[in-house]
């Protein structure tokens, strides 16, 4: 009784495991396509953030150094202290403030791999309303 139509074979409890077992690798296959995605755009944020960041220090730093000592050496024969003071204060009102964007900013942001954890959750749920309904 082999000899019926072909689809037959494939039909019945082993063609319906085959082919949920074909699914799920599908279905993982994608989610790993989309999580090496994330993980591409992931780093190529982090290095452009990295030189970036590193460009922008090097050359603040050599601002912020040409205008304290301009301003020490402006002030130099009569407020002195003054003028120290000043410069030490803006540095820590400058460092205070980007450390509390820094703080806010990694609040704000979504944690990596946001959407393949999204997408694995709403498969998870849907593989067990599948999986409910079928009992």
Not at 12 to 35: D, K, P, W
Request: hydrophobic share 55%.
């Amino acid at each position: 009784m082999s000899d019926d139509a072909p689809g037959e074979a494939r039909g019945g409890l082993r063609g319906a495991l085959e082919q949920f077992g074909a699914s799920l690798v599908e279905l993982v296959h994608t989610r790993l396509e989309l999580a090496a995605i994330e993980f591409d755009e992931a780093r190529e944020r982090a290095v452009e953030w990295f030189i970036l960041v590193n460009i922008a220090v090097l050359f603040l730093a050599f601002a912020v150094l040409a205008a304290s000592a301009l301003v020490v050496v402006l002030y130099w024969d009569t407020h002195r202290i003054a003028a120290l003071c000043g410069v030490v204060i803006s540095y820590l009102l400058i460092g205070l403030g980007a450390l509390w964007r820094l703080s806010r900013r990694g609040r704000d942001e979504a944690p990596p791999f946001a959407g393949t954890l999204a997408e694995l959750e709403r498969d998870r749920a849907w593989l067990a309303d599948r999986l409910g309904a079928d009992k």
